[in-house]
């Protein structure tokens, strides 16, 4: 068992710390809590104590890397203005629900973080390999390390039914993390779950369905395989990832040791920031040219071609009604702008809107999730249709992913993305089939989204 006396005399003053420096503070604080509360006025049911200190500026991911595996989180947006690392969990609940959970007045000022993770269609029998991913939506670390602008705090979040000596021997690890090298397994690519022969055959199949009228759009998803020579660190992946695509939202959701859902995604669904709110249309796509005049080329074919035009304006179109059901004040750019990736690129146009008091982040994303950018259009009949076209639960993969608080929202859109299962990388990738699309161009542009993930097997 962990000793409380061992760590009760360190300084209390707001000096910014190591991360190990500050676990050690962090475990004194809550030692003394602890110790000095009566059973009674310990957290109430759906309530929580935040104890915090501040932080020398760190790497999170690096942090991350070091802590006890099991159950990690990470999400970073895509300004790489914000970014935050759990460990542990100290309430889960469903997404809306957990909104009734109360942070303790006077325990901090800061609003702690809850890690969001959605399925992209709940009503479709999970595949096992889903299954414990989809079994807490919204999650409130046990112990957060948060960067917000140059500003770093590492912090504990306590229910009442948390288990206090489990917490401060965690808080004990967390302060003498591994930091041993370790050589990570390279990858090799096994197979295409969905050979190009299927695809072909499923794109032609929706564009039938597009000529009969019944749909305007569908998103088809395929899978691409890798195994290793050993277990895969999931964080060490999205380190590599991060590395190789610089810009994007960044999530990592670990449910079990080695086993995790994480990318790289370029799209946001929701963000809000009080009660303004940010959406957009991601849709259309080219890749990125072998230097800078191919590369405008290319950009410049995907602001002229009619047919990607009609996919991005269907995204519009859904996206912008939705919010104007309910907002006050609603404003879309005029013309869509190239948004460049390490791979490829997209026309993606913002929404911004105003939306009235008491409008929830669950309130948000049931109004945005699924847009046509992954699902299809209308969404109804394009989610039916890919229960009966695809041959693969997509779990996480394309439903909302992000964190929320009581003073905002990031909410991305989880595509490209993989599942890590000990030894296995399975990845992901989706393509937008409207009328005038071709089975070759889209099987190609699917290749292209995936590169992110091949280079990882170089």
Not at 118 to 147: M, T, Y
Not at 311 to 328: G, K, N, P, Q, Y
Not at 446 to 452: A, S
Request: net charge neutral; glycine share 6%.
């Amino acid at each position: 068992m962990v000793k409380a006396s061992s760590h009760r005399n360190l300084s209390r003053d707001d000096a910014p710390l190591t991360p190990e420096h500050g676990a050690r503070v962090l475990f004194g604080r809550v030692s003394e809590l602890v110790s000095a509360l009566a059973d009674s006025a310990m957290p109430r049911a759906r309530e929580f104590v935040r104890l915090e200190t501040a932080l020398e500026p760190c790497d999170l991911l690096q942090w991350l890397r070091g802590a006890p595996a099991g159950a990690r989180r990470y999400f970073r947006d895509r300004s790489a203005k914000f970014e935050v690392a759990g460990i542990g969990i100290a309430a889960a609940d469903q997404f809306g629900a957990h909104e009734s959970w109360e942070q303790r007045e006077g325990s901090s000022a800061t609003a702690s973080t809850w890690f969001v993770a959605l399925p992209f269609d709940p009503a479709r029998a999970r595949d096992p390999q889903w299954g414990a991913f989809v079994d807490s939506e919204c999650v409130l670390p046990l112990i957060e390390l948060r960067r917000s602008g140059e500003t770093h705090q590492l912090a504990v979040n306590i229910t009442a039914s948390t288990d206090v000596v489990a917490l401060l021997e965690l808080l004990e690890r967390v302060a003498n993390p591994d930091k041993s090298c370790i050589v990570e397994p390279a990858l090799v690519r096994e197979n295409d779950g969905t050979g190009e022969a299927e695809w072909t055959r499923a794109v032609c199949a929706g564009l039938t369905r597009i000529r009969e009228g019944s749909l305007r759009k569908i998103v088809l998803a395929r899978t691409r395989r890798y195994s290793a020579s050993a277990p895969l660190d999931p964080v060490a992946v999205l380190m590599r990832l991060a590395a190789r695509e610089t810009r994007g939202f960044r999530f990592l959701l670990e449910t079990a040791p080695r086993c995790a859902f994480l990318g790289v995604t370029p799209e946001r669904l929701v963000s809000r920031t009080d009660r303004t709110v940010r959406s957009e249309a991601v849709a259309g796509t080219r890749p990125r040219g072998v230097d800078s005049v191919a590369d405008r080329l290319l950009g410049e074919s995907l602001l002229a071609s009619a047919k990607d035009r009609r996919e991005h304006e269907l995204v519009i179109e859904c996206v912008r009604d939705a919010l104007a059901s309910r907002a006050l004040t609603l404003r879309v750019d005029a013309e869509p702008r190239l948004l460049r990736l390490a791979y490829v690129q997209h026309l993606a146009t913002r929404v911004h809107a105003e939306m009235p008091a008491g409008t929830s982040d669950a309130d948000l994303v049931a109004l945005l999730h699924p847009t046509p950018a992954v699902a299809g259009s209308p969404v109804p009949r394009a989610v039916e249709t890919l229960r009966e076209f695809e041959p693969f639960d997509r779990g996480l993969y394309a439903g909302p992913i992000g964190v929320v608080s009581r003073d905002g929202a990031e909410i991305a859109v989880a595509i490209r993305s993989a599942r890590i299962d000990g030894d296995v990388l399975t990845a992901f990738a989706g393509a937008g089939i409207v009328e005038g699309s071709d089975p070759a161009e889209e099987w190609r542009e699917t290749g292209h989204k995936l590169l992110v993930f091949e280079r990882l097997a170089n």
